[in-house]
């Protein structure tokens, strides 16, 4: 079984930036594909950003040129550094790690655009 743990998320001011970490632990014994999906208010669950065993990286339209993921392998950590945040970003955002048995998800962390 695979934890993970999500932090970084808070209130940002529209234009800020933020930056979310996703620390897995448990039983990791090799490198899987790993994301970030959010969910705003009266929304469905909808995929950010996701980056692949091998470092390749794929974003949904609304955040290409905004948000970076990343991943340390060596921490068992997926990031994502946000940029230029709207309103529309306001959600909860949650982490994921694929394996053998399925995804795994974090508890999510919420991320407030707001003046």
């Known amino acids: 079984q695979v934890q993970l743990v999500e932090s970084g998320g808070g209130l940002v001011q529209p234009g800020g930036s933020l930056r979310l970490s996703c620390a897995a632990s448990?039983?990791?014994?090799?490198?899987?594909?790993m994301g970030w999906y959010r969910q705003g208010p009266g929304k469905e669950r909808e995929m950010v950003a996701t980056?692949?065993?091998?470092?390749?990286?794929n974003y949904a339209d609304f955040v290409k040129g905004r948000f970076t993921i990343s991943r340390d392998n060596a921490k068992n950590t997926v990031y994502l550094e946000m940029n230029s945040l709207n309103a529309e970003d306001t959600a909860v955002y949650y982490c994921?790690?694929?394996?053998?048995?399925?995804?795994?998800w974090g508890q999510g962390t919420q991320v407030t655009v707001s003046s």
């Open positions: 994921y790690r694929d394996s053998s048995w399925g995804r795994s």
């Open positions: 448990g039983r990791i014994y090799i490198i899987k594909p």
């Open positions: 980056i692949s065993s091998g470092g390749s990286a």
